[in-house]
């Protein structure tokens, strides 16, 4: 009986504590949803936890105005670059799981390193190869840039994705006398739907979330949102209901993804903590 | 997983080796598939390292590219500034603080999930939330709640508290010593940046303690339940040291991101009040882009490359040859 009560107890404490923890986590998300939807003049330091006493969409509209245009260059980037990444992820995952040869995980080493480099050890070169071939301050030099360095993360995401399909597909494939090429495109192409699910939400959302490259490698107007949020941010004349609801802005996208699909936004997160 | 591994190692004996050595268009194409991924790499990163490295001991400190040999001097130059040498006080406390607090508020986070608890799915999102979001964000929103003039310190001062926090503001550096051109010890302001970095990442610490504690079998939890053991004791001589893997990978891929945090720096604080708040990453993207020390911020960058190396290197080569063995 004690047990039982004890047990009870302890259970109920349990989720005392966890709606604590998520209240504190959602802390954040209060400040910027209510500070969004006041207006210019409700706006106040004292009262920055009140509730607003009239829904004022005008914050977000004056935000909107200022992010619009950078939010077309960011999706204008982010897309496609997360379909080339990806793609290019899906065939060297192939070949690094199903075809593995002599020296190949010497070859994978070579690939995931990139992944974990400070980028400001490339970046004095990038600027300077992308000004001389004409792809710097433009949307295009990002693309390029952010499949470069996509790469090793797709190709883990999809090495890793690939090694859970059993060789005796393949083995069944070469019996038919079904050669590499074939191989990708009838066995392992069609099986890759949740692999190409990961791997872009994953590549997604990390360019869409990327300020080094998108800071140092464009100027306005061609530059992506998060610059333009923090160029918001950093105006003395903006004020924090603006700031707060174009912070607001920038993250729909990537929260959209996430709550629809978190699954494998997680899956993606698990797989660049690079488990053999 | 782990399964495709092990046919894979043993469909490889049951060839003839004669079979193994002949020259197969399929090996060729698995070979001829990484090329071009790996000329990108092998330029994009590799190339690039060694160009930066090479800038790095040049005289270009202008914008005119000067190649002419400095040597050292541009690493003598940035070990001996007051603002680089904040930056090594900087990353090395925000670090430490940073990583110990993910591990603790993540394994804290996933052992209370791990409970078999209702809704489950619904708390793990909400403590991974912040992952989904850019670092330039959680820095502009952050630098508002933990704005001295209002804010968490409405709060403190509704709760009746008389010196509220100045925040990033603070020109505190705990316990002061003198060392170099600079104060060693803790440097308060960086409080506030390791508040909104943990409330960003902590969430990746669960997310791999969870895939962990799910790994230990439920036989040895239930065996140290009937044994009578205490919970504290349960988790400190059980689950504790069976996670230890795991705290190992979080710990290193923490120390990556923490050792690269550029972003949130950048829109939350800035370089702050006497370098408070800067990070080496910060420094090089100044003193390149902004002071055109191409050379010296060079140096900064490969500086910042090694210390992150270090970690990594060992990690992947261990990482990836147990994937060989397994």
Same mark, same amino acid.
């Given at each position: 009986m004690n047990t039982l009560a004890l047990r009870r107890v302890s259970r109920t404490l349990l989720y005392v504590v966890l709606i604590l923890l998520a209240a504190l986590y959602l802390v954040p998300v209060y400040v910027v949803v209510v500070t969004s939807l006041k207006s210019n003049a409700s706006v106040s330091l004292a009262?920055?936890?009140?509730?607003?006493?009239?829904?004022?969409?005008?914050?977000?509209?004056?935000?909107?105005?200022?992010?619009?245009?950078?939010?077309?260059?960011?999706?204008?980037?982010?897309?496609?670059?997360?379909?080339?990444?990806?793609?290019?992820?899906?065939?060297?995952?192939?070949?690094?799981?199903?075809?593995?040869?002599?020296?190949?995980?010497?070859?994978?080493?070579?690939?995931?390193?990139?992944?974990?480099?400070?980028?400001?050890?490339?970046?004095?070169?990038?600027?300077?190869?992308?000004?001389?071939?004409?792809?710097?301050?433009?949307?295009?030099?990002? !693309?390029?840039?952010?499949?470069?360095?996509?790469?090793? !993360?797709?190709?883990?995401?999809?090495?890793?994705?690939?090694?859970?399909?059993?060789?005796?597909?393949?083995?069944?494939?070469? !019996?038919?006398?079904?050669?590499?090429?074939?191989?990708?495109?009838?066995?392992?192409?069609?099986?890759?739907?949740?692999?190409?699910?990961?791997?872009?939400?994953?590549?997604?959302?990390?360019?869409?979330?990327?300020?080094?490259?998108?800071?140092?490698?464009?100027?306005?107007?061609?530059?992506?949102?998060?610059?333009?949020?923090?160029?918001?941010?950093?105006?003395?004349?903006v004020q924090w209901n603006v700031q707060m609801a174009s912070a607001l802005l920038v993250s729909v996208p990537t929260l959209l993804v996430y709550i629809l699909l978190g699954k494998f936004f997680v899956r993606g997160l698990l797989a660049g903590s690079v488990k053999g | 997983m782990k399964t495709a591994t092990e046919l894979n190692?043993?469909?490889?004996?049951?060839?003839?080796?004669?079979?193994?050595?002949?020259?197969?268009w399929d090996m060729f194409s698995s070979v001829a598939t990484l090329i071009p991924s790996l000329i990108l790499l092998g330029v994009f990163v590799y190339g690039f390292i060694g160009w930066t490295t090479y800038v790095s001991f040049s005289q270009w400190n202008s914008l005119i590219p000067n190649f002419n040999s400095a040597g050292f001097l541009n690493y003598s130059i940035i070990f001996s500034s007051y603002r680089f040498q904040s930056d090594l006080r900087n990353i090395v406390v925000f670090t430490a603080f940073f990583i110990i607090a993910c591990l603790i508020v993540g394994l804290f986070l996933a052992l209370l999930i791990d409970q078999k608890i209702k809704a489950e799915g619904f708390f793990r999102s909400i403590f991974l939330f912040p992952m989904a979001i850019s670092f330039v964000v959680t820095g502009v929103v952050w630098s508002w709640i933990l704005n001295p003039s209002t804010g968490v310190n409405l709060i403190l001062k509704a709760f009746g508290w008389k010196s509220l926090p100045s925040w990033f503001l603070s020109t505190t550096i705990w316990p002061n010593w003198p060392f170099g051109q600079i104060q060693i010890g803790i440097p308060v302001a960086l409080l506030a940046v390791l508040i909104a970095a943990v409330w960003?990442?902590?969430?990746?610490?669960?997310?791999?303690?969870?895939?962990?504690?799910?790994?230990?079998? %439920?036989?040895?939890?239930?065996?140290?339940?009937? %044994?009578?053991? &205490?919970?504290?004791?349960?988790?400190?001589?059980?689950?504790?040291?069976?996670?230890?893997?795991?705290?190992?990978?979080?710990? =290193?891929?923490?120390?990556?991101?923490?050792?690269? =945090?550029?972003?949130?720096?950048?829109?939350?604080? &800035?370089?702050?009040?006497?370098?408070?708040? %800067?990070?080496?990453?910060?420094?090089?993207?100044?003193?390149?882009?902004?002071? %055109?020390?191409?050379?010296?911020?060079?140096?900064?960058?490969?500086?910042l490359l090694l210390m992150i190396a270090i970690f990594i290197v060992p990690y992947l080569i261990v990482t990836l040859r147990q994937g060989d063995d397994a």
């Open positions: 009262q920055m936890w009140n509730f607003p006493n009239v829904f004022s969409f005008s914050s977000i509209a004056s935000a909107w105005a200022q992010l619009g245009p950078n939010f077309i260059n960011s999706f204008e980037l982010a897309i496609p670059a997360t379909l080339i990444s990806s793609l290019i992820g899906a065939l060297n995952g192939y070949a690094l799981s199903k075809w593995r040869f002599k020296g190949s995980s010497v070859v994978y080493f070579f690939i995931l390193f990139g992944m974990f480099i400070p980028y400001q050890s490339v970046l004095i070169p990038l600027l300077k190869v992308l000004d001389v071939i004409g792809l710097y301050n433009t949307i295009a030099g990002l !693309i390029l840039v952010h499949v470069v360095y996509g790469i090793p !993360i797709a190709t883990l995401i999809f090495r890793n994705y690939y090694t859970s399909i059993p060789l005796e597909m393949i083995e069944a494939g070469k !019996i038919d006398g079904t050669g590499y090429w074939g191989i990708f495109r009838y066995i392992i192409l069609p099986l890759s739907v949740s692999g190409f699910v990961v791997a872009g939400i994953w590549q997604f959302t990390q360019i869409w979330n990327n300020f080094l490259f998108a800071v140092s490698l464009t100027n306005p107007p061609d530059q992506p949102v998060t610059v333009a949020l923090v160029n918001i941010a950093g105006s003395q004349t | 190692a043993k469909s490889i004996p049951k060839m003839p080796a004669s079979k193994r050595k002949k020259f197969s960003q990442m902590s969430g990746f610490a669960m997310a791999v303690y969870l895939a962990g504690l799910r790994g230990i079998s %439920d036989e040895i939890k239930e065996a140290a339940r009937i %044994d009578g053991s &205490g919970v504290f004791r349960m988790f400190f001589s059980i689950i504790l040291p069976q996670l230890r893997g795991t705290t190992t990978t979080i710990i =290193i891929i923490l120390t990556a991101a923490s050792l690269k =945090i550029f972003g949130l720096i950048y829109a939350m604080t &800035g370089p702050g009040q006497q370098f408070l708040t %800067d990070m080496p990453s910060l420094n090089m993207f100044q003193t390149t882009f902004q002071g %055109d020390q191409f050379a010296q911020g060079a140096a900064i960058a490969i500086v």
